[in-house]
């Protein structure tokens, strides 16, 4: 094995929220690689490249991906144009490019959308296992969504996922009687509980917010020991721990402020840092904002916040998945070549360690070797993001991810399932029923 250094001394923007100051700077990064050829990838004549991925929620996301795809241009020659969409409409760009045979070259979409358009795009085999080989293998939920179904061939390039802690003001879980968060789903109830007794609530989304309200939804059920569908890929809802994880959500909600069933992605970033929520499920993008704010008021709230694995309740590992981003090199691409050629600079440690350092950690390393970056020693608070992608969770666990896989989660089938239980627009029964049936829609059993 050799040793890879680099020095970062990127200077990063300010947050979502447009705070002004700079994240504090992790000074030197050590990435173990090993010495593997680099697949061949003849750049074709006058290639440019259009690649499309989802917005930011962290500018250092933002600018550092830019700034790496115009070094890729200074060293190939290759313009690369770079296009950001709202979450919210990545669906439905991605099919259209899908479906119409033009548009990006790339599109790095989220975690099953690969296999949603398996016909359509080009086998990444060579590109991933080259990756694999050269940074210590691959996580996971990584191999899960990257390849197809029980194959070892790669249609999807995993560049990082975020996932959803506990992110909590320490001083008030205080007040509430705990010392931290508690691993009991009885005992974080009562907690909740008696946050909102203190007059602060908790806020998790019930609505369609692209990867908060999933996140919410998949936790409900998997720390209950229900699943979405069995190992064959057969519905498998209708059970008690569903009847039980879908009580729980009724029993909680009184504890959530007023409104969630109309948050969007940021509503409970925004919540939070406005002081009107005590906890909440989120990415490291709270945090990062408030450490890198040049409010000192702000920064006394970074100091009392604190994040912890979601309660596993009967789950033997955090039941939690990751937002995953999924690069996919579409069939109709005149420059198969340079794509591949550019997602390979990307991911290799010059690139890839000053993304996942500049926004601390927010999207997290599909590749072991990325565990040793910087980044999970200068805080030991972003400790709960580290292992994003060592999960054995992931959207439509426990079955195959097939197309089936991401419609559910496009149509909100879970989240309306504990919406209107939650709420109480639908008895449990008649939720759960309705999930049932708009489940087997897809996965047509």
Known sequence: MSRLTRRNSLQLGASMFAASALAPAVARAEIKVADVKPPSFPLEKGAQLHVLRPTKYI??????????????????????????VNWPDMPTQTAVAANTGAGPDIIVAFGPDP?????????????????????GGWFPLAELYGKKWKTNEW??????????????????????GYDKIPDDLN???????????????????????????????????????????????????DSKETRQAVDYARA??????SGTMGWDGASNNKAFVAGQIALTQNGVSVYYLLKSSKDPKMNVMAADTNHAVMPLGVAHAA????LT???????????????????????????????????????????????????WTSDPKLGPYRDAMATPYYEGYKGPITAATGAVTENWVL???????????????????????????????
């Open 115 to 135: 296999h949603l358009f398996i016909n359509k795009i080009v086998d990444l085999t060579d590109l991933a296992e080259y990756l694999g080989a050269r940074y």
């Open 155 to 176: 249609i999807g390039l995993p560049m990082g996922g975020s996932t959803g802690p506990c992110v909590y003001r320490e001083s008030w879980v205080k007040e509430a």
């Open 415 to 445: 989240v309306d399932m504990f919406a209107k239980a939650a709420t109480g627009a639908a008895t449990p029964e008649s939720a759960i029923k309705d999930a049932v049936r708009a489940a087997k829609r897809y996965y047509k059993g």
């Open 187 to 237: 005992e974080f109830l009562k907690l909740s509980q008696n946050l909102k007794k203190n007059g602060h609530p908790t806020g998790f989304a019930l609505s369609h917010a692209v990867g908060d309200a999933p996140g919410f939804a998949n936790w409900l059920l998997w720390s209950h020991g229900a699943y979405l569908v069995d190992e064959h890929g057969k519905v498998a809802l």
């Open 59 to 84: 500018d250092a996301d933002e600018t550092i991906f830019l700034a790496n795809s115009k070094r890729f241009t200074e060293q190939t020659g290759v313009p690369v144009k770079v296009d950001f």
């Open 325 to 375: 981003l999924n690069a996919m090199l579409f069939r109709h691409s005149k420059y198969p070549n340079a794509a591949k050629e550019y997602l390979r600079f990307m991911m290799e440690a010059p690139q890839y360690d000053p993304w996942l350092t500049g926004c601390l950690g927010y999207w997290s390393q599909p590749l072991k070797a990325y565990s040793a970056s910087a980044v």
């Open 252 to 257: 909680f909600y009184p504890t959530m402020i």
């Open 319 to 322: 039941p939690e998945a990751a």
